[in-house]
T-cell receptor, first 114, second 117 residues
Framework: DAGITQSPRYKITETGRQVTLMCHQTWSHSYMFWYRQDLGHGLRLIYYSAAADITDKGEVPDGYVVSRSKTENFPLTLESATRSQTSVYFC?????????????FGNGTRLTVT | AQSVAQPEDQVNVAEGNPLTVKCTYSVSGNPYLFWYVQYPNRGLQFLLKYITGDNLVKGSYGFEAEFNKSQTSFHLKKPSALVSDSALYFCAVRDSLLTGGGNKLTFGTGTQLKVEL
């Protein structure tokens, strides 16, 4: 089925460990995004990508790394996890346009850093 | 800079009554405005958008939203609420003057809608 898939759905890790969250979309959308959702903050943009090999920082990029070697995949890596990175992470994609294309979201990864 | 505010953390309404979820925005150019809904343990789902044209926009599940430029608002409405409408609702905005970044949206903090029998 077409869609956007995130894995894992749940992850518990320890402070200082490296963690990679996966995101895969089947629409061939050029734009992909990583958001984190925290109570009281709504969704905040971490990184986004306009196409393969093109990425840029969002509002809260510190402590995160992204790559996009293929259009359909957009993994997010926490290089050295901290407790403040405990959150729900959402990947999204959208078709190119004049800003009116809606985002399509995955079901999220709930990450707990102990 | 673009920003959006949802002044109510929670809205309670009885089933069958009309509902309104409020949203105000701030942009430098023209706004592209969106509403999304989130059910428990799920991602956000697109409901409707305003880009240009008619100020009243109709979307999924009987929802509509009214764009008011003078009040910089984009309130979500439904004439008759259902218990199944209970969810978390997010307003989002993109400034038309924002270059690059595709549909890089700024989201509000969300409003929890609770519809009771």
């Amino acid at each position: 089925d077409a869609g956007i898939t995130q894995s894992p759905r749940y992850k518990i890790t320890e402070t200082g460990r490296q963690v990679t969250l996966m995101c895969h979309q089947t629409w061939s959308h050029s734009y992909m995004f990583w958001y984190r959702q925290d109570l009281g903050h709504g969704l905040r943009l971490i990184y986004y990508s306009a196409a393969a090999d093109i990425t840029d920082k969002g509002e809260v990029p510190d402590g995160y790394v992204v790559s996009r070697s293929k259009t359909e995949n957009f993994p997010l890596t926490l290089e050295s996890a901290t407790r403040s990175q405990t959150s729900v992470y959402f990947c999204a994609s959208s078709a190119p346009g004049q800003g009116g294309s809606p985002l399509h979201f995955g079901n999220g990864t709930r990450l707990t850093v102990t | 800079a673009q920003s959006v505010a949802q002044p109510e953390d929670q809205v309670n309404v009885a089933e069958g009554n009309p509902l309104t979820v409020k949203c105000t925005y701030s942009v430098s150019g023209n706004p592209y405005l969106f509403w999304y809904v989130q059910y428990p343990n799920r991602g956000l789902q697109f409901l409707l958008k305003y880009i240009t044209g008619d100020n009243l926009v109709k979307g999924s599940y009987g929802f509509e939203a009214e764009f008011n430029k003078s009040q910089t608002s984009f309130h979500l409405k439904k004439p008759s609420a259902l218990v199944s409408d209970s969810a978390l609702y997010f307003c989002a905005v993109r400034d038309s003057l924002l270059t690059g970044g595709g549909n890089k949206l700024t989201f509000g903090t969300g409003t929890q809608l609770k519809v009771e029998l």
